[in-house]
């Protein structure tokens, strides 16, 4: 078993939005939800950007709280309009009952300073008394609030990632994606809000604070330099990252937990170190529907799609976009919503990851064969062992018989003489697939030729393969020949192919640790809004595979060590596994 390292930070970072309002947005009620006559009340929503440091937890365990606090990026932190839902009701967000709400919409805001908002006084035309209020920053331009008339159709209403596959294409989005960047997060009430209205006069306006958070998580790595590999094979340089199970079937509104999956939810409810919080598909279970197009990573191991395809992947997985935190510079790989499972679930099927891609450069002397190998050169995996060609793989399994595999076909007359040349000279454990190609050919029998029947022919134009050598240097050409993917054709007999030395890693992301690694904690894996997961790549064990799930032949579990942090900066944990 191979042991790995894992610091992580988790937080809900409570980002407070300000919503700003013109001196003409007034919320006119006709008295449903409260009692007694309509009056005429000012209020002022005032919003502050939680920062800096508070407290402190020696490694992260779950929970709501972290030890700091990081501000985000300006884009993330932008509200242009809000909507709130102003209703009355004793047990407040959690009531049992479905009371009316009231919709009130903010079509500005007003930047106090970095991180303060605050909106003109509004009029409220609704009876005097208590009332909650649940807040959504930057709602988008539907004007979905307007048919949101009740508290559980508040509480359950979803909110969907850009991408989304859904049809719920009136529904708005977590953040809006464009060429030019990103924008327009979505963010809605952290907590439970009670203010009373008292006929409050627009010189001396009732002042409400509300706190906001975004429904977005963000993923960020970091990976200096060239990491030696513990197991001595050579070293890995990290090239970039992507999200593979970029989950994309919506999330609630309203953040909900729960003391186990299945039961009894709490609508803006703490974390602990044993609840869970629920998306709309934690109990229900989730499909490779619920999942981004071609980011399903099941179907990405099993060549379901374009992305077993190593060149899909180099274009795919990108080095991500710098950005600056505390002095320090982080890669962005991108925004992804709340996925929660039970502590049941399958990883690869279920939980959101990250795939880096790296350069692999082999040790000396580790790259088997007559031939020479240069980094950042492609080479080839089979049974464990490394070589700079697939003609070096041949002569690892046949040894110098193999230069006269050619002459040897060449002087066949028939396909009986094929036949028996198969019987004398090849076997099943052929790295190739030339056993199995001239075996079909003699089955399939018709009119003799030799002609594509030498290993030279074969490998061009079923691999789409071929060498050229030059003294003790060769250099391979991978897939050539329309659609052939020279990994796809030879991954069946055993061939991993590191084209440029090109190889992957898969990392589940975790957002709490229990220290019991006999076990699944709650909340172990997953994502939750509001948080950024920050990835430090500080070591590898080896090899990586030559596309995300395609492990090396030794069979040796792929180790990397990763720091996460998120919104609020936990302390470094270790997990050994």
Not at 27 to 33: L, N, V
Not at 531 to 542: D, E, F, P, Q, R
Request: aromatic share 10%; proline share 4%; charged share 20%.
């Amino acid at each position: 078993m191979k042991y790995y390292y894992k610091h992580i930070c988790g937080l809900l970072f409570l980002a407070l939005v300000a919503v700003g309002c013109s001196q003409d947005d007034v919320a006119a009620g006709d008295g449903e939800g409260g009692v007694g006559e309509l009056t005429d009340s000012y209020v002022t929503l005032n919003f502050t950007m939680a920062f800096a440091g508070q407290g402190t937890r020696s490694n992260p365990t779950g929970g709501e709280n972290g030890d700091r606090t990081e501000a985000g990026q300006d884009y993330e932190n932008e509200i242009s309009n809000a909507v709130a839902f102003l209703y009355q009701d004793d047990a407040g967000v959690n009531s049992s009952a479905d009371p009316q709400v009231t919709p009130i919409y903010f079509s500005t805001v007003n930047k106090v300073a970095v991180g303060e908002y605050s909106t003109n006084p509004v009029r409220i035309t609704l009876p005097n008394g208590d009332y909650h209020i649940i807040v959504v920053a930057n709602p988008g331009s539907g004007q979905w609030w307007n048919s949101t008339t009740t508290l559980n159709a508040v509480r359950d209403y979803l909110v969907y990632s850009p991408t989304s596959q859904s049809s719920q294409t009136s529904n708005p989005t977590a953040w809006t994606e464009a060429e030019d960047g990103y924008s327009d997060f979505l963010m809605s009430s952290a907590s439970d809000a009670l203010f009373t209205l008292e006929s409050n006069p627009q010189s001396d306006p009732l002042d409400v604070d509300v706190s906001v958070e975004r429904m977005a998580a963000r993923i960020d790595y970091q990976a200096e330099g060239s990491f030696p590999c513990s197991d001595q094979t050579g070293s890995v340089e990290i090239l970039g990252a992507a999200i593979v199970n970029d989950y994309n079937a919506g999330c609630y509104l309203l953040k909900r937990v729960a003391d186990e999956v299945g039961g009894d939810v709490t609508y803006l409810g703490n974390e602990t170190l044993t609840n869970y919080v629920i998306d709309p598909k934690t109990v229900s279970g989730k499909a490779s529907t619920d999942y981004k197009e071609d980011t399903y990573y099941p179907d990405i191991i099993d060549n379901g799609n374009d992305l077993a395809d190593p060149n899909v992947w180099a274009d795919y997985v990108k080095k991500g976009t710098p950005i600056a935190v505390d002095g320090k510079t982080w890669n962005r790989i991108g925004y992804t919503m709340e996925n929660t499972t039970p502590t049941t679930s399958d990883l690869a099927s279920t939980n959101t990851g990250v795939v880096f891609k790296a350069r692999f450069s082999p040790a000396t002397n580790t790259v088997k064969g007559n031939y020479d190998y240069s980094r950042p050169a492609t080479f080839f995996s089979y049974r464990g062992a490394l070589y700079a060609s697939m003609e070096d793989v041949m002569k690892s399994v046949y040894g110098t018989a193999f230069d006269d595999f050619d002459n040897k076909i060449a002087a066949c007359k028939s396909w009986e003489d094929v036949k028996a040349f198969i019987a004398e000279n090849l076997n099943q454990l052929d790295p190739s697939g030339y056993d199995d190609y001239l075996s079909g050919l003699v089955e399939a029998g018709g009119t003799f030729s030799t002609d594509g029947l030498t290993w030279s022919e074969y490998m061009l134009a079923n691999c789409g393969y071929s060498s050229t050598t030059s003294g003790n240097n060769v250099a391979v050409t991978l897939d050539q020949g329309s659609g052939v993917v020279t990994r796809v054709a030879l991954r069946p007999y055993g061939v991993s192919t590191y084209e440029n030395a090109t190889c992957y890693y898969t990392w589940w992301v975790k957002h709490s640790n229990d220290n019991d690694n006999s076990k699944v904690g709650p909340m172990e894996y997953g994502i939750v809004r509001n948080n950024i997961y920050k990835l430090t790549v500080k070591s590898v064990a080896g090899l990586g595979g030559d596309v995300p799930g395609g492990k090396p032949e030794s069979g040796d579990d792929i180790v990397i060590h990763v720091k996460v942090n998120d919104w609020m900066l936990l302390d470094e944990e270790e997990i050994i596994m």
